[in-house]
């Protein structure tokens, strides 16, 4: 193809596309990024903000704005037939440092672009992608622009375009699934109700009595009414500012809409009749469980819920994203954050590989490590749609910690060292914890802090019977096998101080577990190397004595120097 107008091409402008092209830029990758809207949508859409996204939006250096805009999300009430039901608290456990949140998607997307230009980009809008053909050595694109018809050469694109992907539909994958018969609308406004501030509300009215039970119970309750009718469902989500909430419930048949006609998915905000305030109003004197009177109609749309998963992420130089590569119920507020876990985990691979230091089948493994993520997080949304949010008896916290994203994980991938022993396994979420110390700061660190950059990350757990050079020998291999991309530190039990390893012969940065939550979070052992990847999930607990076996793991990342 020659030389290529870019490196990567990512299409669509939603919180997706720019995170990734945000981490490709972070890179050092020729990235540009195109959205066919003029301008960015208004709208509250995707509303809930997960502690994972949080975390990640902490690494890519943007999480102290978001913490400044969106405002905490404490649980959600229930009732039905104005009855309260059980009260779901969102409590999570003291190490994990961030809780659940709430933030309008135009917010987000202000943030994020915002964030993106500081790298050196901006978005092209009033772009559309007309037609994509590929070969071995890059992507040539159609667009049409503001100026006309043009014609871009990229080496990679990455779909990040929606339901309706014009980059999966060149690429010719599948995306099987079918939609939920019903209609809903949406509005952004005030409600001047009495209950309290920071929670949710679901109020359920009508249905079959089973419908009726399992609402009250948190079993059923849902968009399509299986086993048991639910009847009408009212969800209001609380958003920054004075009693705003974006609410939804059924829209009413004046309102309703033809099914979306393009490529035969119906999904996402529809065109037509916009409701008006006085059917938002109608809806909630039916539903609401207490006397509620709304105001200031920011904005509202109808809207319809689709489930479809895409057979392949990858096809190709063509790679998907996001909605494009699933869509599936807005239950649990999983579909926003798992669309950018998925783009921050294809960013540090693509620019690995757009720098020449990747293995030919590194890209390979996002399809590997991503699409069981999406065919759960579909099945579980659909799910709970249907039967409403249980819990584990077995264990009550687990489905909060797997709705807060904490517990996706990789450990079957092919990236993944299997490790035996206690503590995070290879694949897991590598998990914060506080309480480190370094010799030229008077102020305790988070672990998650050093998770900051761009670069693997060596955690060398160095103990009573770990000497210096064998920690400097594991270091200089590793650091050698990832082209000098991994930073590696000695972590030092409390005790250390005045030790042989914490002193003189020791060369490494040097953290001291001095409250001994690394000890606990981790339960390494002595002289066990942790490696973390660049997207916070470990991927390897080897010794410290055999960097030959570290190196051979690296070699499923990088390609030898």
Not at 48 to 70: F, N, S
Not at 387 to 398: I, K, L, M, R, S
Not at 441 to 461: C, I, K
Request: glycine share 12%; hydrophobic share 40%.
């Amino acid at each position: 193809m020659g030389d290529t107008d870019t490196d990567v091409l990512v299409v669509g402008a939603g919180p997706v596309g720019l995170t990734a092209a945000a981490e490709l830029c972070r890179r050092g990758v020729r990235c540009r990024i195109v959205d066919r809207l003029d301008a960015p949508q208004p709208y509250a859409k995707a509303v809930g903000i997960q502690p994972r996204t949080l975390e990640i939006w902490d690494a890519m250096g943007l999480v102290r704005r978001v913490l400044d805009e969106a405002v905490p999300l404490l649980g959600q009430l229930s009732f039905v037939d104005g009855a309260p039901g059980p009260t779901l608290g969102l409590d999570l456990p003291a190490e994990v440092p961030y809780r659940f949140a709430a933030l309008p998607q135009n917010a987000t997307e202000r943030l994020l672009a915002e964030h993106l230009a500081g790298r050196g980009a901006v978005v092209e809008r009033g772009t559309e992608v007309l037609g994509l053909t590929q070969d071995e050595d890059g992507v040539r694109v159609t667009l049409a622009t503001p100026g006309g018809p043009r014609e871009l050469s990229a080496r990679w694109v990455v779909g990040c375009d929606g339901a309706h992907s014009t980059v999966r539909h060149a690429a010719g994958i599948g995306f099987g699934g079918s939609a939920f018969p019903e209609q809903f609308m949406l509005g952004d406004v005030e409600l001047d109700w009495d209950l309290p501030p920071g929670y949710a509300v679901r109020a359920t009215r009508g249905g079959t009595r089973d419908g009726a039970r399992g609402a009250r119970d948190g079993t059923r309750g849902g968009a399509d009414g299986a086993a048991g009718t639910p009847g009408e469902t009212l969800v209001c989500v609380p958003l920054p500012g004075r009693r705003r909430y974006r609410v939804s419930m059924t829209v009413p048949p004046e309102l309703a809409t033809d099914a979306d006609p393009v490529r035969g998915v119906a999904h996402g905000l529809e065109g037509g009749r916009a409701p008006e305030l006085r059917h938002l109003q109608q809806a909630l004197d039916r539903l609401s469980p207490r006397p509620v009177t709304a105001s200031a109609l920011r904005w509202s749309s109808v809207f319809r819920i689709s489930h479809r998963l895409a057979e392949h992420y990858r096809a190709g130089r063509l790679l998907l994203a996001g909605d494009a590569a699933h869509i599936h119920p807005p239950t649990g507020a999983q579909g926003m954050n798992t669309g950018i876990q998925d783009a921050w985990n294809l960013a540090w691979k693509l620019a690995l590989t757009v720098h020449g230091a990747a293995t030919a089948d590194l890209l390979d493994s996002y399809h590997a490590e991503r699409h069981p993520v999406g065919e759960e997080v579909v099945s579980r949304t659909v799910r709970h749609a249907r039967a409403g949010f249980g819990t584990d008896p077995a264990d009550p916290a687990t489905p909060l910690l797997r709705e807060a994203q904490l517990l996706v994980g990789y450990r079957d991938g092919p990236l993944t060292e299997p490790a035996p022993g206690t503590g995070p396994a290879p694949g897991d979420r590598a998990p914060d914890c506080p309480g480190l110390t370094r010799p030229l700061t008077a102020y305790p660190q988070r672990l998650h802090e050093l998770l900051r950059g761009t670069h693997h990350v060596l955690l060398l757990a160095a103990g009573p019977a770990t000497d210096a050079p064998t920690l400097h020998a594991c270091a200089a291999a590793a650091h050698a096998a990832a082209h000098g991309l991994l930073d590696a530190y000695a972590v030092l039990p409390p005790e250390s101080a005045g030790s042989p390893t914490a002193t003189d012969g020791l060369r490494l940065p040097v953290l001291r577990d001095t409250g001994a939550a690394f000890r606990a979070a981790y339960r390494p052992g002595d002289g066990e190397a942790l490696l973390i990847r660049p997207d916070g999930h470990l991927a390897a607990r080897l010794p410290a004595t055999d960097p030959a076996r570290l190196v051979a793991h690296l070699r499923r990342t990088f390609v030898p120097a």
